[in-house]
């Protein structure tokens, strides 16, 4: 099969990872109405095309809290992305390494904080927000001894959304083991290279919690059972007494929201509604970007995801307002169709089309690309 775009890829891993896992990666919640807005809202997102600019030399590099990095991207966090390759999280790490973006280890991870660092650099991590205060600690000082240079708080998962594809692909709901052993027999490759060979299975951040025989039924009753909706954002204040770096706020959609953010001295936000995982029906982070940008730009970082499927889609969210962005989807069908290779052809990918878009907008660094390389009509 030919790759040429993150859309490959998604055809690709659709063929060669088992149903349930596929459907968990690429659906959204009950309808999916946001999931599909967060791709149409920034493709319709027109740019204004300039010619005869002098652009022969084209820097992609930026620098974000304090990092230079090759390009404004980051592997956004992703739960159980080590079941789509053998070790996935691992691989995926290395391959951004190698490109010179930072990676952030989701806190349902399969592989571990201290197994994934070694591979990242930069690393970050993703923390939720869950009723055990103590082990959220443990979780921090863990990140922070295996050398993370941020760490991103998500808030927009009080609970876990709708998800109507996971029920029928076998990630959850009646019969739900027996259903994913059966379509793993029927993907002999990911069988025989994730399922034999790339075992430990286990959510490596969650053994204190869940116990070494934990598995995919453990992780979906973890979270029900643990993620805590009394939260506010007073509640935070204890992150900054345990955390001295870099702090991302990740889930904000709403420019209130990210003034209480910048007003609990957050370094950074994440304009994101879950890739349309979570409330079905809010905005696109397309959408919402701007009025945020506006709200709190000046204060902190923003950073965006959501519907993020080329180059040319960095550059449009770049143009939005956000200083940077962080994959999710693209990298993890990346991962499943080619592993390590994937990833990192993904990357060069996202650069290519960067370049071009860049060139033909007519700006040659990422500090010049604003909403002036916005056609008139969306402006």
Known sequence: MIISSANDFREAARRRVPRFLFDYADGGANAEETLRRNVSDLAGVALRQRVLKDVASIDLTTTLFGQEIALPVALGPVGISGMYARRGEVQAARAAAAAGIPTCLSTVSICSIEEVSQAADPFWFQLYVIRDRAFMRDLI??????GARAL???VDMPVPGSRYRDAHAGMSGPYAPLRRVMQAIGRPRWAWDVGLRGRPHMLGNLLPVLGKDSGLNDYMGWLGRNFDPSIQW????WIREVWDGPLIIKGILDPDDAREAAAIGADGIVVSNHGGRQLDGVLSSARALPAIVEAVGDRLTVLADGGVRSGLDVARMLALGA???????????ALAAQGEAGVAKLLELIAKEMTV??????VNRIDAIDRSILAEDVR
């Open 357 to 362: 878009a860049m060139t033909l907008t007519g």
């Open 141 to 146: 000082a863990r990140a922070k001894a295996a």
């Open 152 to 154: 991103v708080f998500t």
């Open 323 to 333: 200083r940077g962005v962080l994959l999710g989807r693209a990298w993890v069908y």
């Open 234 to 237: 007073k509640d935070l204040d």
